[in-house]
């Protein structure tokens, strides 16, 4: 079985510093042997990690529309950010990846896509993520799983990890898969293991977020935490 986080940032996110050497030794310590990925505006941070990682890495990445947020899944190469939700869903498919729907309902701290265009685009949803870890009014967590239940869509959740310790505070515990399809397959099966993050690690993202333009950090991202 396998123990997976599905929503990790990496330090190619501009609000992440998390070093690729540090979330496999994070998840290590912590059990988890999946992650996916998915920093801002990029893949690169998942394609490195799936070259070195001695687990199983999904390389994702969190595309900013001008409606909310789009996850794209299984990628193989990094998605322009800013652009309409049609064509972020149109480069995900064209690469054979998994469209999902990130905190769908944190709509005020967050880019949530809200049920409204949900609706508009569900034909072409896979995923949608039911509970995030930074997610802290169980209320949206609800509404996600109701969606999720009433569209017959498979469910993910992660820690949104930006700082290390949340890795692996939320996993989902299921059976192994191999690509794409094997993996919806598989993600029904899982069971959620919940654990809601303090508001302090958000303070953890603005230092981020304040320190790369100082730091010379080469990766340049665009997104939103």
């Not at 990029?42 to 969190?62: N, Q, R, W």
Request: proline share 5%; aromatic share 8%; hydrophobic share 40%.
């Amino acid at each position: 079985m396998l123990r997976a986080d599905f929503h990790i940032h990496s330090e190619y996110s501009f609000d992440s510093s998390n070093r690729l050497e540090a979330i496999i030794a994070q998840c290590e310590k912590t059990g988890i042997n999946c992650v996916a990925i998915a920093d801002h505006g990029t893949a690169e941070g998942g394609l490195k990690l799936k070259k070195i990682a001695p687990f199983k890495v999904i390389v994702a990445e969190e595309v900013l529309t001008p409606s909310g947020e789009i996850m794209g899944m299984f990628l193989k190469e990094s998605i322009p950010t800013k652009i309409p939700v049609a064509d972020a869903v149109k480069y995900i498919r064209d690469q054979g990846g998994l469209v999902c729907i990130p905190h769908p309902f944190d709509i005020v701290t967050r880019v949530g896509l809200g049920g409204k265009v949900m609706e508009e685009i569900m034909d072409v949803i896979d995923i949608i993520e039911v509970f995030n870890a930074r997610t802290a009014l169980p209320w949206r967590s609800s509404k996600s799983l109701s969606f999720a239940r009433r569209y017959n869509k498979a469910g993910s959740a992660g820690s949104d990890s930006h700082t290390i310790n949340e890795i692996g505070r939320t996993y989902v515990e299921m059976p192994d898969f191999n690509g794409p399809e094997d993996f919806l397959a598989a993600l029904r099966q899982g069971r959620i293991h919940r654990c809601i993050a303090s508001p302090f690690v958000h303070f953890g993202s603005v230092k981020a977020r304040v320190a790369k333009p100082f730091n010379g950090n080469k990766k340049k991202e665009n997104g939103t935490n």
